[in-house]
C-alpha cells in the first residue's frame, strides 16, 4: 500500500515529528498534548500565540509542524497562521470549536494545511504528519523547478513533476493544468508562480504594503529557497500593472453599468435600433454579484479554487465585464500567468454588471442585418447551461493571427452578418467557460483548436449544437465542477 | 460509567479514558480537576458580566464559546447544551433568556462536578480495593 511505502520511505516518520501546540485554554491543550504523544510525536506546548511564534523564530528547524487554535486572546490564530507560513513556512493546523465554514474558508485561504474541529479526535491527529510530507516534497519540487528554468527539457520536466506533485498535494483537483502552461510559445526560462509561492508573495506584499513593498524585502520574507530578487521583481511588476488595469476596469465597467441599465429601461430592441440586444442569461447569474470582485479574487488568488465556487458558472465569470481582447493583446499576454491585461477597444461579447448579455460591437456596423441570428443565439444560451460546445474555433483560416496553436482570438474581425460568425462568438462564452473551468484563469487568451471546425456554413446553432450532442453528453458528467473535459482538456490553456 | 453518568457526559469522556495509560495514570481526573479550575473561572467572570448593568452581548458571547469549548472537551453534553443556548441568547440580545439559561448552567455544572468527584472516589476506592484483594491472595 502507498502509505505504508511512504512510511517506509520517509524512514521513522512520523514516529517523533516535532509538534508546537498552541492552544490558550489549558484543558483542551492538556488534551491535546496527550493525544499528540499517544501518536507517538514530539510535542512542546505553549498557551500563548506569541511564545509560539518566539519558539518558532528561535529556531524554525525545531518543529515540523504547527497546530494552534483559532480563538486566543492574545492573537488570532489566523495571524499566527499567516506569520508562521510566511516567515517559516512550516504546515500549520487549525484547531477551533467554530465549525462555521467562513471559518474553515478563512483558515485555507490563510494558508492552513488542514481545519479540524475540536473535540478532536485521535485519528485525525494520526493523519497530520502527511501534511508534513507533502509540504516537504513540494519544497523539493519547487526547488528543482527552478533549478531547470535554464533549458528547455527542463520545462518539459517542470510539467512531469508538477502533476506529480498535484497527484502528491490531491487537494485541489482543479490545479491540474492550471499552472502556467505555455511551454512552447514560451521560451525565457520562468519561475513556476504556483498557489503556494503566490500566496508568500501576496502576504509579503501585504505584510509591507503595496505601494511600499520592494522586491529585496519581498524575497527576504518570502524565503524561499532558489528563487532570486529578479524573479520577484518581475512578478510584482505584474502584479501592480494587473492591479491597475483592474481598478480601471472596474471604473470602466461602472460606467458601462450605468449605460446598460439605461440601456435595459428600454424594452423595445427597435429602439435601440438593433444594435444592442440583450437577454438574461440564466446561467451566469451566479458570478453576477461579485463580478467586481472576481478579478481582484483572482489575482489574489490565482490558483485557490476554493475561493471561489467551483462550477461551470466560473465561465460566467469570465464573461462579466471582460471584454475580450484583440488577438494582439492574447499574444503580448502570452507570458502573463495571473495578469491578465484587458484592453477595452473591441469587445464582441460583454455581460453587463446586472446580467444582460450585451453585445456589443462599437465597430462593427454590419451587426444590423446580422441581428436575427443574434437573437437565435441568445435564446439559445438559455439552453445551454450544461451543454458545452467543444472547443471547436471555427474558421482557422478567418483568424489571422493564429501563429500557434495555442492560440485563438475570440475577438473576431469578421463578418458579423452570418450566422456562422455569430455562433462563433456565442461558442466562445462556453469555451471560455471550460477554459476556466479547467484552468482557473483569469481569461481566454489561448486555446488548442482542436477538434474540428465548425462548418463554415452551419445553418443554424441547432445543427450544431445537435452535431456536438454526442459528445457534450459524454462531457456532462465532467461538467459539474470538475475538470476532466478528456478530449480538449489537455488543450485549453490559457494566458494567465 | 454506565447510569449514573449518563446524559452528563458524551463519547469524549471516554475518548479521554481511552488516553489513560500507566504513562497517564491520573489522566482523566487531571483534565476534570483543570476543566472545573477554569470553568469556575469562567462562572464567575460570567456572573459579574451579567450583574453589570446594560448587558455587553459580545463579551458574553465571548466567555461562553471558551466555556463551551472546554466543556466539549472534556465531554460535558449538557453543560455544552447550556452554553449554546445562552449563546443563542446573546446573538438575539435577550438579557432575560440569558439570566435564564446560565442559572440553569450553574445548576447542571455543580452537579457535574460532584458527579465527578464521586465517579473519581468510587474509581479509587476499586482500586484500593483490588490492591487489597491482590495483597490478601499473597
Given amino acids: ?496 | 460509567m454506565g447510569k449514573f453518568m449518563q446524559g452528563y457526559l458524551d463519547e469524549q469522556f471516554m475518548e479521554l479514558e481511552e488516553l489513560q495509560d500507566d504513562a497517564n495514570p491520573n489522566f482523566v481526573e487531571e483534565v476534570a480537576a483543570s476543566y472545573f479550575k477554569d470553568s469556575a473561572r469562567l462562572i464567575n467572570n460570567i456572573d459579574q458580566a451579567l450583574r453589570r448593568g446594560p448587558l455587553d452581548f459580545n463579551r458574553l458571547d465571548s466567555y461562553m464559546h471558551q466555556f463551551k469549548g472546554s466543556s466539549t472537551s472534556i465531554g460535558a453534553s449538557k453543560v455544552k447544551t447550556e452554553c449554546t443556548m445562552f449563546r443563542e441568547y446573546c446573538r438575539a440580545g435577550n438579557a432575560e433568556g440569558c439570566l435564564r439559561t446560565f442559572q440553569e448552567l450553574k445548576k447542571e455544572h455543580a452537579t457535574l462536578r460532584k458527579k465527578l468527584e464521586h465517579y473519581f472516589q468510587v474509581q479509587a476506592s476499586d482500586q484500593l480495593c483490588v490492591i487489597n484483594q491482590l495483597q490478601n491472595m499473597c
Fill in chain 1, 1 to 496: 500500500m502507498t502509505v505504508e511505502q511512504d512510511f517506509e520511505a520517509v524512514d521513522q516518520f512520523p514516529v517523533g515529528m516535532r509538534v508546537l501546540a498552541v492552544d490558550d485554554d489549558q484543558t483542551c491543550l492538556r488534551i491535546l498534548e496527550t493525544l499528540l504523544h499517544r501518536c507517538q510525536y514530539h510535542v512542546t506546548t505553549t498557551d500563548s500565540a506569541q511564545t509560539a511564534l518566539e519558539l518558532l523564530r528561535e529556531n524554525k528547524n525545531k518543529f515540523d509542524l504547527v497546530i494552534s487554535d483559532v480563538d486566543m486572546p492574545d492573537m488570532d490564530g489566523f495571524k499566527l497562521l499567516e506569520l508562521v507560513g510566511l516567515e517559516m513556512d512550516l504546515p500549520v493546523i487549525m484547531l477551533s470549536a467554530h465549525s462555521d465554514p467562513k471559518y474553515v474558508m478563512k483558515g485555507v485561504k490563510h494558508g492552513a494545511c488542514d481545519y479540524l474541529l475540536k473535540p478532536v479526535r485521535i485519528e485525525e491527529l494520526k493523519n497530520i504528519w502527511q501534511h508534513v510530507v507533502r509540504k516537504s516534497k513540494f519544497k523539493k519540487m519547487k526547488s528543482i523547478v527552478t533549478n531547470s528554468e535554464s533549458d528547455q527539457n527542463g520545462v518539459k520536466a517542470n510539467r512531469k513533476r508538477k502533476d506529480q506533485y498535484e497527484e502528491v498535494e490531491g487537494e485541489d483537483e482543479e490545479e491540474r493544468g492550471n499552472e502556467n502552461d505555455d511551454p512552447t510559445a514560451q521560451k525565457k526560462p520562468r519561475v513556476l508562480w504556483t498557489r503556494e509561492l503566490h500566496n508568500k508573495f501576496l502576504a509579503a506584499v501585504d505584510h509591507l504594503g503595496v505601494e511600499k513593498a520592494q522586491p529585496k524585502k519581498i524575497l527576504e520574507l518570502m524565503n524561499v529557497d532558489k528563487l532570486t530578487r529578479e524573479n520577484v521583481a518581475s512578478h510584482l511588476q505584474k502584479f501592480r500593472s494587473a492591479l491597475k488595469k483592474i481598478t480601471n476596469e472596474a471604473n470602466q465597467q461602472a460606467n458601462m453599468a450605468a449605460i446598460d441599465s439605461h440601456i435595459m429601461q428600454m424594452s423595445s430592441l427597435n429602439a435601440l435600433g438593433g444594435f444592442h440586444h440583450q437577454q438574461q442569461i440564466p446561467q451566469f447569474q451566479g458570478g453576477v454579484a461579485t463580478m467586481r470582485h472576481y478579478p481582484l479574487g483572482r489575482l489574489m488568488f490565482p490558483h485557490v479554487s476554493s475561493s471561489l465556487p467551483r462550477n461551470h458558472n466560473d465561465g460566467g465569470y469570465i464573461l462579466q465585464g471582460m471584454p475580450i481582447p484583440p488577438l494582439d493583446d492574447l499574444h503580448n499576454n502570452n507570458n502573463n500567468k495571473a495578469f491578465p491585461s484587458f484592453s477595452s477597444q473591441q469587445s464582441s461579447l460583454m455581460v453587463a454588471p446586472n446580467n444582460q448579455l450585451v453585445l456589443q460591437q462599437s465597430s462593427y456596423p454590419s451587426l444590423n442585418p446580422g441581428l436575427s441570428p443574434h437573437f437565435e443565439i441568445n435564446k439559445r444560451l438559455e439552453d445551454w447551461p450544461n451543454a458545452l460546445l467543444p472547443a471547436n474555433t471555427p474558421q482557422s483560416d478567418v483568424i489571422s493571427n493564429m501563429n500557434t496553436t495555442n492560440q485563438t482570438s475570440f475577438c473576431r474581425n469578421m463578418d458579423f452578418g452570418s450566422s456562422n460568425a455569430a455562433q462563433a462568438d456565442f461558442s466562445d462564452p462556453s469555451q471560455m467557460r471550460q477554459g476556466t473551468v479547467n484552468n482557473l484563469s483569469l481569461f481566454m487568451g489561448q486555446q488548442k483548436v482542436e477538434n474540428g471546425s465548425m462548418p463554415s456554413d452551419a445553418g443554424s446553432l441547432d445543427d450544431i449544437v445537435n452535431s456536438m450532442m454526442p459528445k457534450v453528453q459524454s462531457q456532462t458528467e465532467f461538467f459539474e465542477g470538475d475538470l476532466g473535459f478528456g478530449w480538449h482538456n489537455s488543450s485549453l490553456r490559457t494566458c494567465i
